[in-house]
Every structure is written in structure tokens, then in C-alpha cells.
């Protein structure tokens, strides 16, 4: 941990369920359990979207500002993430940005050299 409102770790490939311990914790500590579900199934997509189509390892930042919990993911990868069009009847994967679009107050990108980083809000 690096101070009482934010952490940072690297999660290796292969390794996404890292991202679900590392928020559920840092919630619990900061006293917003009442959070974990919808931030572990932000903080996964994000990180499982960096090790599949980025450039691992995933860097997984997790904040606390004011009335918001902040997810970021960096990767080294060029890839935006995009809400892709999904035929419910025969697509098996595709659906991860649609889940975070769903559960964050807000989401985006932002560029860096040497990648990205993907971010949502979660409202408290």
C-alpha cells in the first residue's frame, strides 16, 4: 500500500484474480465493503482486458478522491478498449466493457508513451 487513499500493484500475466484481492482489501480498509462487488468486477475487466490485449504486466492503480473510487489499468499495449456489439446468442466473450459502462459513473483512456491507461469512477 502507498498511503491510506490509493495502491498501486503490477499483476503478471496469467494473474487477474490478483486485481479482485487487491480491491477487495483496499475497500475493506477504507471502509467501503459495500463497494467491493461492483469495483472487483471493474477492476478485473480492466486488468483481464490489459493481460489479454495489451502488453502485461497490468499496472492496477486503485484511489480514493472525495465522493469516488478510481480504477486505473496501464498497460504498455496501443489497443483502445471498445464497447463491442455483442449477438447474445453466440458470442462467448466480448462483454467486459459493457460491464464496466454499467457499473462505473464514467470510464475512459488516456494515452501515454508506452501504452495507456484505462480508468473508471465509481461513485460512493
Given amino acids: 500500500m502507498q498511503g491510506e487513499d490509493s495502491i498501486e500493484v503490477d499483476v503478471a500475466a496469467g494473474e487477474a484474480r490478483q486485481a479482485r484481492r487487491v480491491i477487495a482489501q ?3 480498509a477504507w471502509g467501503l465493503s459495500h463497494l467491493t462487488r461492483g469495483a472487483v468486477m ?3 475487466e480492466l486488468v483481464a482486458n490489459a493481460l489479454r490485449h495489451g502488453v502485461p504486466p497490468a499496472a492496477l492503480r486503485l484511489t480514493r478522491h472525495g465522493d469516488m473510487v478510481v480504477v486505473e489499468v496501464g498497460d ?15 458470442s462467448t466473450s466480448g462483454r467486459g466493457m459493457q460491464i464496466v459502462s454499467k457499473l462505473a459513473r464514467a470510464w475512459g483512456v488516456r494515452p501515454h508513451q508506452g501504452g495507456k491507461i484505462v480508468w473508471a469512477e465509481i461513485a460512493l
Fill in 26 to 28: 483496499a475497500l475493506e
Fill in 42 to 44: 471493474i477492476g478485473h
Fill in 76 to 90: 504498455a499495449g496501443e489497443q483502445m478498449p471498445r464497447i463491442a456489439e455483442i449477438d447474445n446468442q453466440t
